[in-house]
């Protein structure tokens, strides 16, 4: 179990390592992959297809095993409100604040514009709701990661009926999770395709491609790696040629589900790519991913405009340092006494064994 979670944290890792790169480059600079691959989105797809994983994995893993009861909504949702809304909640206060102080002083509010309007209750109720996503006025007003706290609830809803008919129909269900990604880009909502790209239903094939992943390993059947390969390299090759923020964005989702769903079975069921994905750095980057999301973007961009005049490399370097301290204060101070509280109380129902299965479940995805 140990190794399976290291592995797994380490891809979380380099997930949420996309999303600070990107972040901390300015976003019309050369460098900055926002113009052609978009290291950013390809970072929250990551996050999306390792979520649809790890909420899959254990369930499958009791099911394999012969176990009745394999599939127990009530410690789901029990597991997913603990992992998920503290951490949140805390973030969440954290950024009213923040956002009250701006708006009083006049000052500069990154993800709102430059000079931010007062606070309204539509908006904060939205984000203690986990709506947010549902409307443009809302999604990236507080703190812009935390749109994608609202798809992956959103999602949870959605899961254990996803979970079932990707037993009973596997192919069936991933072709209609494909046709609702493309087609939920051309239904007019009168949004841009970025807007419409928060929605659940777009982003519907990369969960399930976690859900397959889920499926074989658990089921130990395996895919030849050369056809794991010969999958995500062209997606990988395409993806390149795909910007992010244009009307092609149902494409890149597909690509994006095609490359790390291939990406993340090939390690899956390699034992050297496991050991090489689960090295200290990286998995204990992805152990504290969630609390480095949910706080890093204003420090970053903070430090990225006050650096602004010094050269890239050095900007970007200070960014990136910056936005991992703040991430590991907050896993420090924050998410991990939670986690820990979670484990004694689970223990005290059931095995500490299938507690810490439950709440080491995907962190969700990071924002782009």
């Not at 099911?63 to 805390?90: M, V």
């Not at 409307?135 to 935390?146: C, H, I, K």
């Not at 010094?310 to 301290?325: Q, R």
């Amino acid at each position: 179990m140990s190794e399976r979670l290291n592995w797994i944290d380490g891809l979380r890792g380099i997930a949420v390592g996309m999303v600070l790169l990107y972040h901390s480059f300015p976003p019309f600079d050369v460098m900055n992959t926002q113009q052609n691959v978009g290291l950013g989105s390809a970072g929250v797809s990551l996050f999306f297809v390792l979520s649809g994983l790890c909420l899959s994995y254990r369930p499958l893993q009791l099911r394999a095993s012969g176990q009745a009861n394999w599939l127990d909504l009530r410690r789901f949702a029990r597991a997913r409100c603990w992992r998920i809304l503290p951490p949140y909640y805390t973030a969440l206060a954290l950024f009213l604040v923040v956002r009250w102080v701006c708006t009083t002083h006049g000052w500069l509010w990154e993800e709102s514009g430059p000079v931010p309007g007062p606070i309204n209750l539509p908006d904060v109720l939205a984000h203690v709701l986990l709506l947010q996503n549902i409307d443009p006025r809302w999604t990236f007003t507080l703190d812009g990661p935390m749109w994608s706290l609202a798809t992956e609830a959103q999602w949870y809803v959605a899961f254990p009926a996803l979970l079932l008919l990707s037993l009973r129909w596997p192919r069936m269900t991933v072709i209609l999770c494909l046709a609702c990604t493309v087609a939920w880009s051309f239904v007019p909502v009168g949004f841009t395709p970025w807007q419409a790209s928060v929605y659940v239903p777009a982003r519907l094939l990369e969960f399930a491609a976690g859900i397959l992943v889920a499926y074989m390993l658990t089921g130990a059947r395996r895919v030849h790696p050369t056809v794991l390969v010969a999958a995500g390299l062209p997606a990988l090759a395409l993806l390149t040629f795909v910007p992010v923020q244009v009307s092609l964005l149902h494409v890149y989702f597909v690509l994006a589900a095609v490359l790390f769903g291939s990406a993340t079975l090939l390690v899956g069921q390699s034992s050297r790519l496991q050991s090489m994905m689960g090295v200290y750095p990286l998995a204990r980057l992805g152990t504290i991913s969630y609390s480095l999301y949910l706080v890093h973007i204003p420090i970053v961009l903070e430090v990225r405009a006050h650096l602004a005049a010094l050269p890239i490399g050095v900007a970007v370097t200070a960014s990136v340092a910056a936005g991992l301290a703040s991430g590991i204060v907050f896993y420090l101070v924050i998410e991990r006494p939670i986690l820990r509280r979670f484990r004694t109380a689970s223990s005290s129902r059931s095995s500490a064994r299938v507690a810490d299965a439950v709440i080491q479940a995907s962190a969700p995805a990071a924002s782009a």
